[in-house]
Nanobody
């Protein structure tokens, strides 16, 4: 089992940057795909980015492509979401989630955008971007 804890959220001006971290417990972290989702007030939770267990492949929502970069350190059991050129519409609670390895015939780029694929979720960290 994996427990995940997000950190790094806060208040930032539009155009600024933040780096979110997701620390995970458990020796199986290195085999888990990891994802970030966010939920803005009054909206449904949405996919932001995901990274394969090896770190070789990343996926991004169109709204954050180029501006956000996802990386991981399996040695540190941590995933990092670097967010640049932040906009007011990026304001949300950001959640980190872990997906254990499982066989799938669908493309990972599709699979990793689904909340239902992730078994372990953090409590979330608030990101507020002021305009």
């Amino acid at each position: 089992q994996v427990q995940v804890v997000e950190s790094g959220g806060g208040l930032v001006q539009a155009g600024g940057s933040l780096r979110l971290s997701c620390a995970a417990s458990g020796r199986t972290f290195s085999s888990y795909d990891m994802g970030w989702f966010r939920q803005a007030p009054g909206k449904e939770r949405e996919f932001v980015a995901a990274i394969s267990w090896s770190g070789r492949t990343t996926y991004y929502a169109d709204s954050v492509k180029v501006r956000f970069t996802l990386s991981r350190s399996n040695a540190k059991n941590t995933v990092y979401l670097q967010m640049n050129s932040l906009k007011s519409e990026d304001t949300a609670v950001y959640y980190c989630a872990g997906r254990p390895p499982r066989t799938t015939v669908q493309a990972m780029g599709i699979i990793l955008q689904r909340e239902s694929e992730y078994d372990y979720w953090g409590q979330g960290t608030q990101v507020t971007v002021s305009s």
